[in-house]
């Protein structure tokens, strides 16, 4: 049976049990490593869960570092346990940030600062997409680097440190507007009032939408290669996407992966030639152009990988242990739908203040038009529109 090793969280379950993917999927949103054991290919395994359930198989079985058992939780019980903050103090609020990355965390810590009485709501882990990159390297006054976890902590702990207010896993359903009040809903029914809405939601990840994918999600097929390339620890890997991101999560695959080759549909490949040149000098990196990933082949299990060759037509069957996506960026907007203008790819639309057509909901970084996508300029925008906010809170009163 696997042990506890590194403080490690472990979850025994099977491949089917939805139950047990729920978790999984909970624990990846907000960053939380875990062991995965499949009690089906482990017999001692196997054993040890009926052991603890008075001879059921009940999963998923999630074993704490202090030793504590978790049985089928939900995900409720999950965030107590993990001791994550999901409800506010109080109902009213100066303002409420949606989105805990760069630009909603910058916002919460200017405007704490200065005495505006905030809320931050988080549904996924601390950082939003830059808590699960390997290493920033681009973002000023850190001249070696810093790791994107690390980053987001500091970046979480100094907005606490203002006295910001953060609540993790909770999920906003609704905004509605009572002139001049705004009132935040949360999935869970919880409802906050507040003069002024920043949506800083961010973007999430495309999916490829092919056949087989929807089946080998949080199995085989993944979008976060730190939650997840480590269990692939002398396997062979396929990374779906070309850009900067793909090229990154590539090479940060390779320190567990055997083998890391990369797939993208156009004829050239959008990575910066630095990237180019980090790719090119591994001798376990691949990369191939003008391929499409048609269809995903296998159930409980990737089989194969089926691809076109867009200049000749001809399809081939690829052997893979595991496929990583990164095919760009399809903004988090959902709440603006009704309420604020978006373009014809559901960025939010805003003027020069960062505020939107609706009095009192502005909007920052990579969910906002015109953004630039990068770490360092969303967490400008949070300031802009920390300052903007603080005018608009003036004006009425």
């Not at 099977?14 to 009690?39: H, M, S």
């Not at 017999?43 to 040890?48: D, H, K, V």
């Not at 052997?319 to 014809?344: K, R």
């Not at 015109?370 to 360092?376: I, N």
Request: aromatic share 8%.
């Amino acid at each position: 049976m696997t042990s506890l090793t590194n403080n490690s969280i472990i979850i025994y379950s099977t491949t089917w049990c939805p139950d047990c993917k729920r978790a999984k999927r909970f624990l990846g949103e907000q960053r939380i490593p875990y062991i995965n054991v499949d009690i089906e290919q482990d017999p001692t395994a196997m054993a040890y869960v009926e052991k603890v359930n008075n001879g059921m198989r009940s999963i998923p079985t999630i074993v704490f570092p202090d030793g504590d058992i978790l049985v089928e939780p939900s995900n409720a019980a999950l965030a107590a346990k993990l001791g994550l903050h999901t409800q506010a103090k109080r109902n009213f609020y100066d303002a409420v940030v949606i989105g805990g990355g760069p630009a909603g965390l910058t916002a919460a810590l200017y405007m704490a600062r200065e005495g505006i009485e905030t809320l931050v709501i988080e549904k996924g882990g601390m950082g939003g997409q830059i808590g699960a990159t390997n290493t920033l390297e681009n973002f000023p006054g850190f001249d070696e680097g810093i790791a994107g976890a690390e980053f987001a902590d500091r970046l979480t702990r100094q907005a606490r440190r203002f006295d910001a207010e953060i609540l993790q896993a909770q999920d906003v359903a609704k905004l509605t507007y009572h002139v001049p009040y705004w009132c935040v809903t949360t999935a869970s029914r919880q409802e906050y009032t507040t003069k002024a809405v920043l949506l800083a939601t961010g973007a999430h990840y495309r999916r490829l939408n092919v056949p087989g994918e929807e089946e080998l999600l949080g199995l085989h097929v993944h979008f976060c290669a730190t939650c997840d390339g480590a269990f692939y620890k002398g396997k062979k890997v396929l990374v779906v996407g070309g850009g900067n991101s793909g090229f990154e999560e590539g090479l940060f695959l390779t320190k567990f992966a055997s083998q890391v080759d990369i797939v993208e549909f156009l004829p050239q490949v959008k990575a910066s030639h630095i990237l180019q040149q980090k790719v090119a000098g591994k001798p376990n990196m691949t990369v191939t152009t003008n391929h499409n990933v048609k269809t995903l082949k296998g159930t409980k299990r990737l089989e194969a990988v089926v691809v076109e060759d867009r200049a000749t037509g001809k399809i081939q069957e690829w052997q893979y242990d595991g496929v990583f996506v990164f095919i760009g960026l399809t903004p988090n907007s959902q709440l603006a739908q009704g309420l604020a203008e978006t373009n014809e790819w559901g960025f939010v639309i805003t003027d020069k203040t960062l505020m939107t057509a609706m009095p009192g909901l502005f909007a920052a970084g990579d969910v906002r038009e015109g953004s630039t996508k990068q770490a360092a300029a969303a967490a400008g925008e949070g300031v802009t529109a920390a300052l903007m906010i603080r005018e608009y809170l003036k004006e009425i009163g």
